[in-house]
């Protein structure tokens, strides 16, 4: 079985048998990575942000060239320990949102030391 190497558009319904396919190398680096040197690979842990598709032992593509946005998941460092939040910048400060509504929203204390490390890019979901 060929393996496609680049993004196609692949029907969840019936496959059309018309369907081109390729069937070179695969290289997840050269598709996926903007600045190999900034992206690393963290595992997910917990089921705070199911919501946004990430589920408890996904692998998130972070980068860490990426500056942080309203609205972007991020693995971020706050007083000390990691979390992957959606980022929410308010009027009244920053907040990291959960995608879960079984877990709280971290409202960030004016005077607490956050550390944004980057910029989820892509969530590897397990399937098996």
Not at 64 to 78: E, F, N, T, Y
Not at 99 to 128: F, K, T
């Amino acid at each position: 079985m060929a393996l496609l190497a680049a993004p196609v558009a692949v029907a969840c319904g019936f496959p059309s048998p018309a369907q081109d396919y390729y069937d070179g190398p695969i290289d997840l680096t050269d598709m996926l990575v903007d600045d190999r040197a900034a992206t690393f690979i963290v595992r997910a842990s917990g089921h705070s942000m199911t919501g946004a598709g990430i589920s408890d032992g996904d692998e998130l593509l972070v980068d860490r060239s990426k500056h942080p946005q309203h609205g972007d998941v991020i693995v971020a460092v706050l007083d000390g320990e990691l979390t992957v939040k959606r980022l929410e910048l308010t009027p009244a400060g920053v907040v990291l949102r959960s995608e879960n509504s079984e877990h709280p929203d971290i409202i960030v204390p004016e005077l607490s030391d956050l550390q944004v490390w980057g910029v989820a890019m892509y969530c590897i979901h397990h399937l098996r």
